[in-house]
């Protein structure tokens, strides 16, 4: 599969030199790619979503992005309706920052227990 750029770079130094280069999004981890005129941007391609990746998401199985938003939305959600009713019954901002730091740690704890 050969992917066309997604986006071009140019960048200008102090002395005016402009360095002009192809730039494609990893899917996994978001980071932005360069590739210089030439360079193959097919080198690192997941081939379970088949989407350019970077070097450092190659050895890793496929965590597409939007998988790891939805894991996080659905983490939020379940601890909203875990603690609304301790959230409500707080009457003291002690009360609410303590139960804030529960949902913290809980919310650590299932993204831990997921990787």
């Given at each position: 599969?050969n992917?066309?750029?997604?986006?071009?770079s140019?960048?200008?130094?102090?002395w005016?030199?402009?360095?002009?280069?192809?730039c494609?999004k990893?899917?996994h981890?978001?980071?932005?790619?360069?590739?210089?005129?030439?360079?193959?941007?097919?080198?690192?391609?997941?081939?379970?979503?088949?989407?350019?990746?970077?070097?450092?998401?190659?050895?890793?199985?496929c965590?597409?992005?939007?998988?790891?938003?939805?894991?996080?939305e659905?983490t939020?959600?379940?601890?909203?309706k875990?603690?609304?009713?301790?959230?409500?019954?707080?009457?003291?901002?002690?009360?609410?920052?303590?139960?804030?730091?529960?949902?913290?740690?809980?919310?650590f704890?299932?993204?831990?227990?997921?990787?």
């Open positions: 599969m992917l066309r750029p997604k986006a071009y140019v960048v200008t130094d102090g005016g030199v402009e360095t002009k280069e192809d494609h990893c899917w981890c978001q980071k932005m790619m360069f590739f210089k005129a030439g360079q193959d941007p097919n080198e690192f391609f997941c081939r379970k979503c088949m989407q350019p990746i970077c070097p450092e998401c190659a050895n890793k199985p965590d597409h992005f939007e998988k790891k938003l939805d894991r996080a659905a939020d959600r379940w601890l909203q875990k603690f609304a009713e301790k959230l409500e019954r707080a009457s003291t901002l002690g009360e609410v920052t303590r139960i804030r730091a529960a949902m913290e740690r809980e919310r704890r299932r993204e831990a227990a997921s990787n």
